[in-house]
């Protein structure tokens, strides 16, 4: 039997299987131990299936692939060469993807066939199915760049029309977690994990933020948690631009920039640290900067002195920026070359003339 149609054939024997993993061949003999008197499939040295969970020998992969792309080629030349109305080529379709995908994950071709197929459809069913094969295909290639957008279109196609949309975000917050766990720096997780936001409730939201800051404290070395505690303070900022003048978002931007800038600290001080990541820590600080004093910029401007809420956002956006200057003395010069503070000075004795000699004191 060749090897693609073996490895099909363990595919469709077992629906529920949820891992696959890579095994070197000197590996075998220790599964088929283990799994003396399961109901364990296995040839020997290629193929190990047993509890849902599928080991494919890394010195088959090779051959697998040219196989399974021969074949999804064949399959795709002769579906778009009859028409889309053949059921049975359509299932040739997602067969052999589905082989190739697991071999290769970011095959762009072959997840744009599913979507033909599965668009053409419109079932909910293979929706979910979707679902269910970009998960397994994220156990075995956790960063895969195509699988987590193809979850990202199944979501956006299925929103309006499934009534358990706020149950499936959960399973796929959840799902983020998981791979995080065995995934480290997986920026790509977490940035999915960000986009899904958008479509969760309030109480989703409130919970996703009590949970991503638990994470976050039991893995202070992954970067990527922190990333996504960046969106809390983008909400914050979309909420400051909304409601003019109100001193509670201020404050409350004050403590998730603190949190924000001890990751910074955290990571440009720990001697362990990759030097990739402190460059890359080093390049989201300023940009941090960047965004905080543009934001300073866009709630400065006071276009009625008669409407005192333009004047409050004024003078707390400006107190927030001195602030924050107190917090991280040794980037002041930074702060010093994009910021005129000569300008600050001015337009905080404007809006709050009562409170110069307070301006004075802190500037200087």
């Not at 039997?1 to 363990?10: A, E, K, P, S, T």
């Not at 190739?100 to 072959?110: E, M, Q």
């Not at 107190?326 to 010069?333: A, L, M, T």
Request: glycine share 4%; proline share 2%; charged share 25%.
């Amino acid at each position: 039997m060749d090897l693609l149609l073996q490895f099909q054939r363990i595919l469709e024997s077992d629906p529920l299987i949820d891992e696959v993993g890579f095994v070197h061949p000197t590996q075998f003999a220790t599964l088929a131990e283990d799994s003396t008197g399961d109901a364990a499939i296995s040839d020997g040295t290629t193929f190990w299936c047993r509890d849902h969970k599928l080991g494919v020998s890394t010195q088959a992969v090779l051959p697998l692939y040219n196989e399974a792309k021969r074949a999804f080629i064949a399959a795709m030349e002769e579906y778009k060469r009859l028409g889309d109305g053949d059921d049975g080529l359509e299932s040739e379709v997602m067969k052999h993807s589905k082989a190739l995908l697991l071999l290769s994950s970011d095959f762009g071709t072959a997840w744009n066939s599913r979507k033909l197929v599965v668009s053409k459809k419109q079932q909910l069913s293979m929706y979910m199915g979707e679902l269910l094969f970009s998960a397994l295909v994220l156990s075995c290639s956790p960063k895969s760049d195509q699988a987590w957008s193809h979850r990202r279109w199944v979501i956006k196609s299925i929103t309006g029309k499934c009534s358990a949309l706020q149950e499936i975000l959960g399973k796929e917050s959840e799902l983020v977690e998981k791979i995080a766990e065995r995934s480290k720096m997986n920026y790509r997780a977490w940035n999915h994990r960000c986009w899904l936001v958008s479509y969760m409730t309030r109480e989703q939201v409130l919970h996703e933020l009590k949970k991503s800051r638990n994470w976050a404290g039991l893995h202070v070395a992954d970067n990527c948690c922190f990333h996504y505690r960046r969106e809390e303070l983008d909400w914050n900022e979309m909420l400051i631009k909304r409601y003019i003048g109100r001193e509670a978002l201020w404050l409350h931007r004050r403590f998730l920039s603190l949190c924000w800038m001890k990751q910074f600290a955290t990571n440009l001080h720990d001697v362990s640290c990759h030097f990739e990541l402190k460059i890359s820590t080093s390049n989201s600080f300023n940009s941090f900067i960047d965004n905080e004093l543009h934001l300073l910029n866009s709630c400065s401007t006071v276009p009625n002195n008669d409407f005192e809420d333009f004047q409050a956002q004024a003078t707390y956006s400006a107190t927030y920026i001195l602030w924050l200057t107190k917090q991280i003395p040794e980037f002041w010069s930074e702060f010093q070359e994009k910021l005129t503070i000569g300008n600050l000075k001015t337009m905080l004795s404007k809006v709050c003339p009562e409170r110069s000699f307070l301006w004075d004191s802190l500037i200087d």
